[in-house]
Every structure is written in structure tokens, then in C-alpha cells.
């Protein structure tokens, strides 16, 4: 029997709901926060170091935060068109690397690193060389060499941008790294090489599923992430050449998970990042060991054969206004990647129908419209308020987290989530489900953390 205490809590409670709304597993949203804001607002991130981790502020390309990088916003269906081809090329399993030709001869191949530049969507400022030059470069974990665009380019060889060409001759601490140095040996064997001569600088090449590429030297220079906190010898691209497309940021820092990536030269554990619940405020990177991780859930880190920039979190369950799914751990069999530059989460065939058919009922009051390529999308023109249900994901160990309602779960009007693959396929958690949890990916430890509220 329920205490009369525990009945007259109830009582009130369930007078207070609004159509179900506020028993803890449904929300209600001012529709007006679906509309994107135009001025950039929010707690103020600074570049800084704090113990022994360094926060960097990130911000979304085309929000009101952003350094006025693009003129043109892209619409809501060009942008998912670039992220559903950016995901059907991860979960492809295209690999990288070595390709074998007709007369058996290997040749490396630097064309095989997947996603495409054009479809990422955060950026930070960083800063490179003596004097230290402030550079916009977008933050991507499915790469891993970081590139600038570098003097000389000959015009139209490089795409436009925002801040003069970073130039090498005039940085007091930039070198290109030489032929026969192990770095160099290195880049070749992770498939970044282009190939040099003994005695010449060493070439890197990267292309990219969207046809851009970005060809130059490999160099190294002093890397400033905050005020005081800097890599000395950092190495990444100096793009020479750089084709098709007009992004207007200055280069890309690679979070993958090879040794050329900004996180394996900074501390070498791992690196966490922070994606703003909206467009109009600013969100994180974080590197560097954390003293004290409290307030995060963590899940083991896998890996994807033949994709070793990538690391893979394993659901076990979904839970859709406070009801879990009927699924069973094979219907998540093949991982998820945790991918910042992908848009909506990839989910397999029968874990994503079960998801859509919940969330479709506990959205039945609202008018479904198709969307393109999404089939979960609603009109909620004309509403005061939207009754959107809670999202929980729960990974391989237990750990669970609560979407952001509603910009964790509805990307303009879309549920962001959509089928990626067969059962046992690889899927990709997306940036939408992510915003607003700090999630650190701990490499040394091989584990996932999350922290719900983190920006
Ligand atoms: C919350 O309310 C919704 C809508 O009335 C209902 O479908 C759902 O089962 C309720 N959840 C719980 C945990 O009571
Ligand atoms: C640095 O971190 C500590 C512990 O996490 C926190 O209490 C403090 O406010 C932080 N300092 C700054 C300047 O952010
Ligand atoms: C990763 O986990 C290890 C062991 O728990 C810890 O010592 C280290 O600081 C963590 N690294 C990061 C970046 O959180
Ligand atoms: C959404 O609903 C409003 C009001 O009913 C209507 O005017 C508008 O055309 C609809 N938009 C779409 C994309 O269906």
C-alpha cells in the first residue's frame, strides 16, 4: 500500500501533467525553441588551462558564435545530404591505406580517408607558429593528420578563407619535416604519405569522400591552444594545393585515433569535447588528463576493423518516453562510431524501426511530413508548446544517457536518427545526440565517458 503521503504526492503530480506531458518521461517545449537563435549567448568559454587539461571554445561554422566564416548558410537538406554521405561512407567500411595493383606491386594510397570536409561543422581557434597566428580549423574524429592551408598556393589552387594563407617562411618555428625521418615513415604506413625523395621534405596527401584533397608538406611548428598551453613540435599538413570546396575555415585538427592526431600529440590519453545544445552557443574541446572525471558515465571503447582512426561505443538498449524497446543486444551487435562530423545517428535496420514506430506514437498528435532522405519529420508550425518524449541510450556496462530534449532528439522537425545498415553493421552516433554532454574519449583507458550538462 502507498503511504498517503506517497498518494497525495502523486495525486499532484499527475494534476500538473499536460497530456501526459511531466510524468518524468515526456517534456514540454516552448515550440519557440525550435526557431534558431541569431545572437551568439551563453556562458562565456575562454581558452585556458586548468590543472592539467586545456579548454578550447568551440563553436558551430554557421552560428552566430562563429567568426562570420560563410556568407551563405546551407539549408537544412543540403547539410543532411553532405552528413547522410559522410555516414554512408563510414559505415561502407571503406578502408584505407594499401592498395594492391594488377602486377601485384603495393602502393600506398592516399585517397582512402573517408568522410568529407564540407559536412563538419565546429570549429576552433588555435594558433600556429612565431608570432602565433590565430587559424579557424574545424575539429573532425574521423581524421586524423591535422592540416592548415599554407603560402604558397597559387590562386585558385587553395579554397578561399577568412585570415591571410599561413605563411612558413615567415614563422621563426616552423621546419618541414625531412624524407627519412620516422615521421615521416609513419604518415606513409597510416596512408597520409605522398611520397619524397631523400634529401626533399616529406609529402602528405589526404582526400576525402566529398573529392576535396590537400596536398603539401609535412611540418612541424609551435601549436598554441591557450594562453601558455602549447604543443612545441606539432606536426601536421601545410596544404599547398587544396580542391573544390569553398569551406572559408583555415585547416582541420584531426581527433582520430593514430599517432598524427592532435590528441595523440597532446598528452597522448585522450581528449573530450563539448557540442552546444543550439547553434547560438558556444560548446568546448578539452585535452589533456583530467584530475578529477566526476559526473561522467563511462562504456568500454571498441574498434573498427580496417578503420583505425575510429573508435566505437556498443549499445544495449534504447528507452523512448520512459518505455524500452523490445530489442535484443544482437540488434546493436555491430557498434556505433562516435563521430563529431556526422549530423543525424546511423542505427541499424531493426533497432532504428523500433525506434521510429515508438517515437512515432508518442508523437502522434503532431503532423508528419516527409523530409527527403529522413522519414521521421513533423510540422510543428502553429504549436505553443511541443510534448516531445525522452530518448535514453544505455551502452554495453550500463552507462545511460538522457538525449537533450529536444536538441538532442529533433534536428529541424526530424528525429535525428535514421537506418544506416543491416543488423550487425557498423552505425554512427551522430553530433545531435551528443549535444550537451561533455564526451571523453579516453584512448589510454579504451573507454567512453559522458557528462550530461557539460555546455
Ligand atoms: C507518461 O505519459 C505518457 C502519455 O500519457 C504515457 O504513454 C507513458 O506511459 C507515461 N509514462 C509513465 C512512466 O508513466
Ligand atoms: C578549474 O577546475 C576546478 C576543478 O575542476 C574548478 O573548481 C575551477 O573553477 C576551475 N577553474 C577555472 C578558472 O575554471
Ligand atoms: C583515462 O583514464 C585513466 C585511468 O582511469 C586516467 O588516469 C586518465 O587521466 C584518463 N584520461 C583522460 C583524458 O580522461
Ligand atoms: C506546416 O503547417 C503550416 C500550418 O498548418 C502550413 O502553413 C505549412 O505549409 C506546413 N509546412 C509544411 C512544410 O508542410
Known sequence: MASPLLLSILLCFNLSTVHGAGNGSFVTVPSSSFEPETVCSGAIVKPEQNGSTVYVPLVHRHGPCAPSLSTNTPSFAVMFRRSHARLNYIVSGATRGM???????????????????????YVAKVSFGTPALPQIVVIDTGSDLSWLQCKPCSSGQCSPQKDPLFDPSHSSTYSA????????????????????????????????????????????????????TIVKNFYFGCGHSKSSVRHLFDGLLGLGRLSESLGAQYGGG???????????????????????????????????????????????????????LDLRPSAFSGGMIVDSGTVVTGLQSTAYRALRSAFRKAMEAYRLVPHGDLDTCYNLTGYKNVVVPKIAMTFSGG??????????????????????????????LGNVNQRTFEVLFNTSASKFGFRAKAC
Request: hydrophobic residues 30%.
Open 177 to 228: 619535416v625531412p624524407c627519412l625521418s620516422d615521421e615521416c615513415k609513419k604518415l606513409t604506413a597510416d596512408a597520409y604519405g605522398s611520397g619524397c625523395t631523400n634529401g626533399k621534405p616529406c609529402g602528405f596527401a589526404i582526400s576525402y569522400a566529398d573529392v576535396t584533397s590537400t596536398v603539401g608538406t609535412y611540418s612541424k611548428n609551435k601549436l598554441t591552444l591557450a594562453p601558455g
Open 270 to 324: 585522450g581528449f573530450s569535447y563539448c557540442l552546444p545544445a543550439v547553434n547560438s552557443k558556444p560548446g568546448f574541446l578539452a585535452l589533456g588528463a583530467r584530475r578529477n572525471p566526476s559526473g561522467f558515465v563511462f562504456t568500454p571503447m571498441g574498434r573498427v576493423p580496417g578503420q583505425p582512426t575510429f573508435s566505437t561505443v556498443t549499445l544495449s538498449g534504447i528507452t523512448v518516453g520512459g518505455k524500452k
Open 399 to 428: 552507462a545511460t544517457i538522457n538525449l537533450d530534449v529536444p536538441n538532442g532528439i529533433l534536428v529541424n522537425g526530424c528525429l535525428a536518427f535514421a537506418e544506416s545498415g543491416q543488423d550487425g553493421s557498423t552505425g554512427v
Open 99 to 121: 592498395e594492391t595493383y594488377g602486377d601485384g606491386k603495393k602502393v600506398s594510397v592516399p585517397a582512402h580517408l573517408g568522410t568529407s570536409v564540407n559536412s563538419l561543422e
